[in-house]
């Protein structure tokens, strides 16, 4: 069983649409988090988010935004794609402060933006 | 920080030799640390962790090492074999936000 999970794999878009990529984990984390990872293979921390609070990383464009139904799931909204965005987007969740635990990934989605 | 011009640093070695993947981190208040593997087209996978009362842990064919007062953490993977070609992360968790911070990571090659 997979357990973080995210779709599409893929995404190809053209710029200016609004995509969305979901995410879902079965390990009962309480925290969920997004990463970019550029072509330079560097991972960089988008959101994390609880059930108390979402914390932003402040460079990243309001053009992105999470959102999360529930516990077990964190979606990343992305609108007015620019060729820029184009990267591979990681979920991943863990059990937060104050007793860390290791970040279980997905595979990734990449995205083409066109 | 961003890793802006910088190529991934790439690590070579021999099957059946010992490998050594070196990390500086940046804040002294980090109290845990986690290597992670990432192979193409996969999302990064745990190796290791460390907690900050420790200075050494092994796992199954690796040891990770923390210094703490050069800030400094490694891996060492023994009897590298061609599945350990991968790249290469440490993180360490940052206590203000909540998350995980990356190294720029390193690309280890195992040469038949």
């Known amino acids: 069983d997979t357990a973080v999970s995210q779709t599409p794999k893929y995404l190809v878009t053209q710029m200016g649409n609004d995509k969305s990529i979901k995410c879902e984990q079965n390990?009962?984390?309480?925290?969920m988090y997004w990463y970019k990872q550029d072509s330079k293979k560097f991972l960089k921390i988008m959101f994390s988010?609880?059930?108390?609070?979402?914390?932003i990383n402040e460079t990243v464009p309001n053009r992105f935004s999470p959102k999360s139904p529930d516990k077990a799931h964190l979606n990343l909204h992305i609108n007015s794609l620019e060729l820029g965005d184009s990267a591979v987007y990681f979920c991943?969740?863990?059990?937060?402060?104050?007793?860390?635990?290791?970040?279980?990934f997905g595979n990734g989605t990449r995205l083409t933006v066109t | 920080g961003e890793s802006v011009g910088l190529h991934l640093p790439t690590l070579s070695v021999q099957e059946g030799d010992n490998s050594i993947i070196n990390c500086a981190y940046s804040?002294?208040?980090?109290?845990?640390f986690i290597w992670y593997k990432q192979e193409s087209g996969k999302g990064p996978q745990f190796i290791i962790d460390?907690?900050?009362?420790?200075d050494k842990r092994q796992g199954q064919r690796v040891t990770v090492l923390l210094n703490k007062t050069v800030k400094h953490l490694s891996l060492q993977i023994a009897a590298t074999q061609p599945g350990d070609s991968a790249v290469y992360f440490c993180?360490?968790?940052?206590?203000?936000?909540?998350?995980?911070?990356f190294g720029p990571g390193t690309r280890l090659s195992v040469l038949p």
């Open positions: 988010y609880n059930n108390k609070e979402l914390i």
């Open positions: 991943a969740s863990s059990q937060g402060a104050p007793v860390w635990s290791p970040l279980h």
């Open positions: 993180a360490e968790n940052e206590v203000e936000g909540q998350n995980f911070v």
């Open positions: 460390i907690r900050s009362n420790m």
């Open positions: 390990l009962g984390h309480d925290t």
């Open positions: 804040n002294s208040a980090s109290d845990y």
